[in-house]
């Protein structure tokens, strides 16, 4: 069990030095100038220039990347080139807000939505079944930024439950802190909810058609504890997956949620460097999600062999 | 039963902890007078001469201060200046600073502090750059006093040391305007009435600055950027919401309480809100947009073909495409420094009555225009120019021009606008607080320079040339009716609208200046 998770804890070297590879490459191939964005719309070209020097942004782009390369593997991510903070406080300041909603999103998306994909898939072919699935349908279909609104609007603005905007920090109090990401949280993880629980339906048909399900029913085992222990665990794999790809959607859902409820986290860091072409900022950002990534299919991997103790690696 | 003893306490603790800290940020929030903005923009550059940003300069004048400062009537006052006196040839200029002035850390400010943050500033400012070239030495004399020696006659000492065209002339400790302007600061050190506080600083989220309270503001009522800055609140906190339907929404539900930039489509809704007042602006404090255009890629090399624009850009298109109601616009001016402004001037214009695209495609018929594709650049990540691009490209296509619209973001529309074979046009606004002076006006003064855009003439040099010598006001006037002329000849640019980008606050604020460059002294809570 060690050696492959070690050996997957090895290859993230070589996926990150790749990425580094695109990252780099594609920023030097996208339009824009970081000290233009400094120096301001109004400036001339002699001013661009003394500052895109200082920022050394004249090297050519083998020298640049084999200086960032070797300032990475001393932990050095670099300096933002807007205002000279390390990129590594950049991501520190903004790495709270950010895994904050993504957990209590995904606690939020699992509570309903496994429950909710049993009660479909035992009730196949019912209303609860076509109710569950017509949920599904319209949280996939609206943008998250619409729902946002939606919710800000009702729940913050009208109702005065919850704050429109912003974000509390833990160390403030649970409260405020709740507070400010329970609306993040529903409306991120509304298309996440549709995901699992149409993959939890879909699975859990599956097992519900074996033979062993048959048997346990023929037993006269109670009808909860055959769905929830026997079905729902066999059928855990693809939910697990599916969770773990989800990740992958979070961070992506976070960029625009993070903008419309104005929370400082990493989405909207990512952007606002992406504008402005802040580039150390934008490869740091990029290697920490593509290790997040590595180490969450990790994870899901693990995950396998304790829910199914049949899988080896 | 210990079990339930141990997990009974923890719980306890636990829940005085939650309410503890859930209820400490209001009782601390009533004890602060505090106030709550959400700006144009996240202040990511602190150091006020190292950019032209306008977010930059809108906290410089809010931490920093200046030698002089400009009035509601774009007139120039003193404002660290204490006197000042002139010599009878105009070339010796001696400043008095005010008494008790003191820098964010405590030290007092010097004349050397003034000399070394002057020679920072005009190393990077087109109107510093005009002074320092008619100045012989600029020393200080004593610990408040400073000389400027000219070499030649110079008619805008006081404008230059106090026009708000960014970078503006802030003053810094000598110790660290000893830095060259195209390095940026480390350290925020103003003597303004606002103090920049780095620990309370979360980028990104918010920036605290707090009441400088050794500020010694000036006797005179505040008036625009001169006169006392009396702060009245404690803090400002400068939060950073990107998304301005959000920004619009917090400041309804009391969250916030000023919006520089509310979006243009929700002003009905929030001026239709008992708890809200919308601020507008005129003259100097408001924005006008320009279709800018690349004089050195065919066929706008031609002079002709620039012109056939004056016949078809009617000012009211895209303030109505913007959603822009006519309290917010100046219909119809045909200023190159904006109407209401002291150099308001239609000298020279070639913008018909009413302009048509039957109009320009009469012009167009009479040049050699073949048919060449004309690239508009459209910024899509602001508003007025994803807009004011759309209907440029609407309108030429009408008129009978080969148009590609290439939509991207701001940042690759000023990399790519600095390539003379990359582009024809692209929409822009600025305010009249750079755009109302016609030296420091971007497509009129930016004459045969290595600036995108690229238009260079003589005569336009030479009116340029003379407006800082001349030292009257009435011969500025002329010399600015003449730079009118020759710009609506030369059509460096096509004005496409004065428009207003008015802010909005909470009704229970008063005193509010009302200024495209938002600042937070004087104003109070009702």
């Known amino acids: ?313 | 039963m210990m079990n339930k003893i141990n997990k009974g306490l923890v719980a306890g603790a636990v829940a005085l902890w939650v309410a503890q800290a859930g209820f400490a940020g209001s009782a601390a929030a009533e004890e602060n007078k505090s106030l709550t903005a959400v700006l144009e923009a996240e202040i990511v550059t602190l150091d006020p001469h190292f950019t032209t940003a306008y977010i930059t300069r809108t906290f410089g004048f809010m931490v920093y201060d200046t030698l002089f400062a400009m009035d509601t009537a774009g007139q120039i006052q003193p404002q660290m200046v204490d006197t000042w006196t002139v010599s009878d040839d105009n070339l010796t200029w001696k400043f008095k600073l005010r008494d008790g002035l003191k820098w964010h850390d405590g030290e007092p400010v010097t004349s050397e502090d003034v000399v070394a943050s002057v020679q920072r500033w005009w190393a990077v400012s087109p109107l510093g750059t005009m002074l320092r070239n008619a100045t012989d030495t600029i020393t200080a004399d004593s610990a408040n006093e400073f000389t400027i020696q000219l070499k030649e006659p110079f008619g805008l000492v006081t404008t230059a040391l106090g026009h708000p065209n960014a970078p503006v002339a802030f003053m810094m400790p000598k110790r660290l305007a000893e830095t060259p302007a195209t390095t940026q600061l480390k350290e925020v050190v103003g003597s303004g009435p606002f103090v920049y506080n780095a620990e309370r600083h979360r980028q990104g989220d918010v920036m605290v600055l707090e009441r400088n309270e050794n500020y010694v503001a000036r006797n005179e009522p505040a008036d625009f950027m001169a006169g006392g800055k009396v702060v009245n609140i404690d803090e400002l906190v400068i939060k950073t919401l990107p998304d301005a339907i959000t920004a619009a929404t917090a400041l309804t539900a009391g969250e916030i309480d000023y919006v520089q930039y509310p979006p243009f489509d929700l002003l009905p809704v929030l001026e239709n809100d008992p708890s809200v007042d919308v601020l507008s602006f005129t003259g100097i404090n408001m924005y006008q947009g320009y279709f800018r255009l690349n004089h050195r890629m065919p066929p706008f090399d031609d002079p002709e073909i620039r012109r056939v624009l004056w016949s078809v850009v009617d000012q009211n298109s895209v303030p109505a495409a913007l959603g822009l109601s006519g309290q917010y616009t100046v219909p119809d001016c045909k200023s190159f420094f904006l109407c209401g402004t002291p150099y308001e001037t239609t000298a020279g214009s070639l913008s018909p009555e009413n302009p048509s695209v039957e109009l320009a495609k009469e012009a167009l018929a009479k040049t050699k225009y073949n048919g060449e594709k004309i690239i508009i650049l459209q910024a899509t990540d602001i508003d007025a120019t994803r807009v004011s691009s759309a209907v440029a490209a609407d309108w030429l296509r009408q008129v009978g021009f080969n148009v590609e619209l290439q939509a991207m973001d701001w940042a690759s529309v000023l990399s790519t606008r600095t390539k003379p074979d990359a582009w024809h046009l692209f929409g822009v606004h600025a305010t009249g607080l750079d755009l109302g002076l016609p030296i420091t006006h971007f497509y009129t003064a930016r004459n045969c320079i290595d600036y995108a855009g690229w238009h260079c003439d003589e005569k336009m040099g030479e009116y340029l040339a003379a407006f800082p010598r001349a030292t009257s006001e009435d011969e500025r006037k002329a010399l600015a009716d003449r730079i009118s002329e020759r710009a609506y000849e030369i059509v460096p640019a096509v004005m496409w609208g004065q428009i207003a980008q008015p802010a909005a606050h909470r009704s229970d604020l008063s005193g509010i200046i009302p200024s495209s460059i938002p600042v937070f002294w004087n104003l109070e809570r009702n």
């Open chain 1, 1 to 313: 069990m060690y050696k492959p998770i070690v050996s997957r804890l090895i290859s993230i070297v070589p996926v990150l030095f790749v990425v580094s590879i695109v990252v780099f490459s594609l920023l030097y191939l996208t339009p824009g100038d970081p000290a233009l964005v400094i120096a301001g719309p109004n400036a001339n070209a002699e001013d661009v220039e003394k500052i895109r020097e200082a920022l050394g942004l004249n090297e050519s782009f083998l020298v640049r990347y084999v200086s960032w390369l070797v300032d990475i593997a001393r932990l050095d991510f670099g300096n933002s080139v807007m205002n000279g903070t390390p990129v590594i406080d950049l991501i520190a300041q903004r790495i709270e807000p950010t895994l904050s909603m993504m957990f209590l999103t995904i606690i939020f998306a699992v509570v309903v939505a496994v429950p909710l994909g049993v009660l479909a898939a035992a009730k196949v072919n019912t209303v609860a079944d076509r109710l569950v699935m017509l949920f599904a349908i319209s949280a996939f279909s609206v943008p998250v930024f619409i729902i946002g609104y939606v919710l800000a609007r009702v729940f913050a603005l009208e109702a005065r439950w919850f704050p429109v905007q912003g974000y509390a920090y833990l160390a403030d109090g649970v409260v405020p802190w709740l507070r400010h990401l329970v609306l993040p949280s529903v409306a991120l993880g509304l298309v996440y909810i549709a995901l699992i629980a149409r993959i939890t339906r879909a699975a859990m048909l599956e097992v519900l058609s074996e033979d062993y399900i048959r048997t346990a029913r023929a037993k006269g085992l109670r009808s909860k504890r055959i769905l929830f222990l026997h079905a729902l665990r066999n059928a855990s794999n693809p939910i697990v997956t599916v969770i773990g790809v989800g990740v992958a959607l979070l961070i992506g859902g976070a960029v625009v949620t993070e903008s419309v409820f104005g929370i400082p986290g990493l989405g909207r860091l990512t952007i606002d460097a992406i504008l402005r072409r802040d580039y150390p900022v934008i490869q740091g950002i990029m290697l920490l999600f593509s290790l997040v990534y590595v180490l969450v299919n990790l994870l899901i991997d693990i995950f396998y062999v304790v829910l199914d103790p049949r899988i080896r690696y």
